[in-house]
């Protein structure tokens, strides 16, 4: 017997207006959190680390509350604000030292889907070398069969190189409105970015206390990765693909 | 790079300042642990193109690098942390400020920036960027990524 959730349009309209992450327990892979930071005050931390490159290869250590360039604060921040009740955690890739981003991002993929997050946000995008496309995809695969949501940051321009993982079909990838709308939309075009929504933040969090006013796909991202959160809350055994056709079926 | 895929990439690049109102664009280059602009259109572009030095580990443009995502950021000097390293040496402020990778061959390889600026301590208000301007120089970036392409390329067109 199919024992699998699903619900009606209303039902999912009526948990991503009044949902608030209860239960949740949101991965953030970026460059950091400062978790000292005012706009974070409440918030439950799970995991703070850091995916780090020593003599050629990823090592996952301590993030000591750390955000190396200020995006994955402001991407927390618009994350706690929408869903107060859901835990976060931090995992670091981003790293200017890196000569090779590819694996470290591989890494915190594996280590977030080996902590059990229910939701992995990435808020950023490799360009799909051809030797890491079957790495990449054996890790979507992985976070498909564990009921694992993906959230990912991506471009709608039509003629963009590939970007992983926001190019796989199973995650939900967002870019930012052009008009700056709210809510979400379904990208106009045919794009393997199908989601849009607002990617301005006029006070996003940003490292040192306090905010900046910024724009782009990573905080479009983070408002999708709340309204999920806020999905799940009410229907927690919604399958990857189901949430993703709620998802589209709620987009304007 | 053959200096025919450099102008053309310059003349995309003015034009596409010019189609979101801005008067300074520059495409960047990573150069060992530094990002060094390298083609540029505007008032500013003589003073810093190949002079100029922004370090990996500081700015919104080694950010952009680092996560080959587009980034926007207004009211850029009502915060601190703006890495200033380039207005200090051209005696201006930065108000706003647009910046998108380059891809090429899987590598983040560089960034395209697009500015608003005023001399320093000018009392005009400041201006802003929004989406639109933004997915205008993520399609330019797509150009720019396959003019690089081709501009690296040993086919030859027949005679």
Same mark, same amino acid.
């Given at each position: ?8 349009? &209303? &039902? ?9 992450? #209860? ?42 509350? &750390? &955000? ?37 991002? %591989? ?22 070398? %051809? ?14 069969? #564990? ?101 589209? %079926?709620?987009?304007? | ?16 300042a010019?189609?979101?109102?801005s008067g300074n664009a520059a ?15 505007g008032s500013h572009?003589?003073h810093f193109? !190949? ?5 990996? !580990?500081?700015?919104?443009? @080694?950010?952009?690098?680092? +996560?080959?995502? @587009? ?5 850029i000097k009502?915060?601190?942390?703006? +890495?200033d390293?380039l207005d200090?040496?051209l005696g201006i402020q930065t108000d706003a400020m ?6 090429? @061959? ?7 920036t697009c500015v608003h600026t005023r001399l320093h301590?000018g009392?005009e208000?400041p201006q @802003? ?23 690296? +390329? !040993? ?5």
């Amino acid at each position: 017997m199919n024992t699998e959730t699903w619900l009606t349009i &209303d &039902d999912a309209k009526e948990a991503i207006r009044s949902g608030d992450g #209860r239960g949740l327990r949101i991965a953030i892979l970026d460059s950091g959190i400062e978790f000292s930071h005012p706009g974070l005050k409440g918030l439950e931390v799970d995991n703070d680390l850091a995916v780090v490159e020593e003599e050629g290869h990823p090592k996952v250590v301590d993030g000591k509350g &750390d &955000d190396l360039f200020g995006h994955g604060t402001a991407v927390a921040g618009i994350v706690h604000r929408l869903v107060p009740a859901a835990v976060i955690g931090s995992i670091r890739v981003l790293d200017p030292n890196s000569v090779s981003r590819a694996h470290l991002i %591989q890494e915190g993929l594996r280590t977030a889907a080996r902590l059990g997050y229910n939701i992995v946000h990435c808020s950023f995008n490799a360009p799909a070398r %051809q030797s890491d496309t079957l790495i990449y995809q054996n890790l979507i695969e992985s976070f498909y069969l #564990r009921h694992t949501h993906l959230v990912a940051a991506g471009s709608h321009s039509l003629y963009c190189t590939r970007e992983w993982p926001a190019h796989f079909p199973t995650v939900v990838s967002v870019g930012a409105h052009p008009e700056n709308e709210e809510g979400l939309h379904l990208t106009p075009v045919k794009s393997l970015v199908e989601f849009a929504s607002c990617g301005s933040e006029v006070e996003a969090l940003w490292p040192g206390g306090g905010t900046r006013q910024i724009v782009g796909a990573p905080f479009a991202a983070a408002r999708v990765t709340a309204m999920l959160a806020k999905l799940l809350g009410s229907h927690p055994g919604l399958h990857p693909l189901t949430a993703k056709a709620v998802l589209r %079926q709620v987009a304007e | 790079m053959p200096e025919q895929t450099v102008m053309l990439m310059r003349e995309l690049l003015q034009r596409s300042a010019e189609r979101i109102q801005s008067g300074n664009a520059a495409i960047w280059f990573r150069k060992e642990k530094h990002l060094v602009p390298q083609i540029g259109v505007g008032s500013h572009a003589d003073h810093f193109l !190949n002079r100029f030095e922004q370090p990996l !580990n500081q700015g919104i443009v @080694s950010l952009v690098l680092a +996560s080959g995502q @587009s980034f926007c950021q207004n009211q850029i000097k009502d915060h601190d942390q703006h +890495s200033d390293l380039l207005d200090i040496q051209l005696g201006i402020q930065t108000d706003a400020m647009i910046v998108v990778p380059i891809h090429l @061959s899987g590598k983040t390889m560089g960034v395209i920036t697009c500015v608003h600026t005023r001399l320093h301590g000018g009392t005009e208000e400041p201006q @802003s960027f929004g989406p639109a301007d933004l997915a205008e120089f993520e399609f330019l970036a797509a150009c720019i990524n396959h003019l690089i392409l081709a501009g690296t +390329s !040993n086919d030859t067109p027949d005679q």
